[in-house]
C-alpha cells in the first residue's frame, strides 16, 4: 500500500531543482557570456572630417603610461594626431572612442575637435605594441610616416 504522506513529500523533492545544479547552470551562463564578450571583435575605426580615428583593439586591462599626451588635434597623413608644424605624434585612442556632432568623444569622457588641444593620461611610445597597448596592426603607412616617430596613446580611463 502507498502511503499518500510519503508520495507527496517525494513528489516535492523531485521537482526541487538542484542547488549545485542551479551554481553550475549559472556558472556556465556567466563565463559562456564573457567568452562572447571577449571574442567579439572592435568597432571599425571612426573617421573625423575623412581622418581616420585610430583606436585601441584591446580592451582595458587597467595598464596605463604615466605621462600627459597632449597637443593641438590635427591631421598625421590620414590620420588624427597632436602637435604643430614642426612635431606631430598619430594618437591612438582608448577602444569605444567615437565621433559625434563633430568632436572625438572617448569612453571616459574626453569631448575634443580639430584645432582644439588635447590633454589626457597617457604616453609616447615608437612600438604600439610596447606594454600591452596592442592597437590596429593596420595603421595606414601614410599616418606612421607622417607621424615624428612618437606613437600617442591615451589610456583607457580617459
Keep these: 500500500m502507498t502511503d499518500?504522506?510519503?508520495d507527496?513529500?517525494?513528489?516535492?523533492?523531485?521537482?526541487?531543482?538542484?542547488?549545485?545544479?542551479?551554481?553550475?547552470?549559472?556558472?556556465?551562463?556567466?563565463?559562456?557570456?564573457?567568452?562572447?564578450?571577449?571574442?567579439l571583435p572592435p568597432a571599425p575605426d571612426a573617421e573625423l572630417d575623412g581622418l581616420r580615428v585610430v583606436t585601441?583593439?584591446?580592451?582595458d586591462n587597467g595598464f596605463g603610461f604615466d605621462a600627459v599626451v597632449g597637443g593641438e588635434l590635427r591631421p598625421v597623413g590620414s590620420c588624427i594626431g597632436v602637435g604643430d608644424a614642426d612635431h606631430a605624434s598619430l594618437v591612438v585612442w582608448p577602444r569605444g572612442t567615437k565621433v559625434e556632432d563633430g568632436a572625438i568623444v572617448t569612453p571616459g569622457g574626453i569631448r575634443v575637435r580639430m584645432g582644439e588641444e588635447l590633454r589626457g593620461g597617457g604616453g609616447y611610445t615608437d612600438d604600439p605594441t610596447?606594454?600591452?597597448?596592442?592597437?590596429?596592426?593596420?595603421?595606414p603607412d601614410d599616418c606612421r610616416a607622417a607621424s615624428s616617430g612618437e606613437i600617442a596613446v591615451l589610456n583607457g580611463d580617459n
Design 130 to 139: 610596447d606594454f600591452g597597448a596592442a592597437i590596429d596592426p593596420d595603421i
Design 56 to 59: 585601441n583593439t584591446e580592451r
Design 4 to 6: 499518500p504522506v510519503n
Design 8 to 39: 507527496r513529500q517525494r513528489s516535492r523533492w523531485a521537482r526541487r531543482p538542484s542547488p549545485a545544479l542551479a551554481v553550475l547552470g549559472g556558472t556556465a551562463l556567466v563565463v559562456g557570456g564573457f567568452v562572447v564578450w571577449r571574442a
